[in-house]
């Protein structure tokens, strides 16, 4: 072999090297890069677990929260309803007490000193009447006035319980 050759083989010889360690760096480059992926991977992934536990731990508490709102809701809405309905059979008592005449309703009469004129109490009335003087009611008047009370209890009724709704939902 000459030595221009030699000289070329060498230079070959150099090349080959050198391309092979370029090729090295770059693999060893690419095994620090992906080292450095893995572990920002993982914490990636450690991130969004706290992340999700998290979220978690704040549904349940939610969940929570919401349970024991309708708990309470749900008593509130019983008392109401037992208040409800015992005043729906106290009205009906006392109706059932007028339409029998066991039950008579009876207002105060407004005395006129000046007029030295006072209405007598219902004529024939049984009984003695202490006090001021009363006139009886008609019982179609006293139902009518049974009514009109009714409906306003259940009007205070549904009130109080819409109130104590706002306040358990505002707790």
């Not at 450690?46 to 349970?67: F, M, P, Y």
């Not at 008592?93 to 009876?106: C, E, G, K, M, P």
Request: aromatic share 4%.
């Amino acid at each position: 072999m000459t030595p221009a050759q030699k000289l070329a083989g060498l230079a070959l010889l150099i090349l080959a090297l050198m391309a092979s360690a370029a090729g090295f760096a770059w693999q060893v480059q690419d095994w620090r890069y992906g080292q450095r992926l893995a572990e920002q991977a993982g914490l990636h992934k450690d991130d969004l677990t706290a992340i999700s536990n998290a979220a978690a731990a704040q549904t349940r508490i939610e969940q929570d929260k919401r349970l024991g709102l309708e708990g309470r809701l749900q008593s509130i809405d019983e008392a109401h309803f037992k208040e409800f309905s015992d005043a729906q059979k106290n009205i009906s008592r006392l109706r059932d007490h007028l339409a029998t005449s066991d039950l008579r309703l009876s207002v105060l009469l407004a005395e006129d000193p000046a007029s030295g004129c006072n209405v007598p109490s219902a004529p024939g009335a049984v009984g003695v009447v202490h006090g001021a003087a009363r006139a009886q009611l008609d019982p179609a008047h006293a139902q009518r006035i049974i009514g009109i009370t009714d409906a306003g209890d259940q009007g205070l009724i549904a009130l109080r319980a819409c109130q104590a709704y706002v306040r358990a939902v505002l707790r």
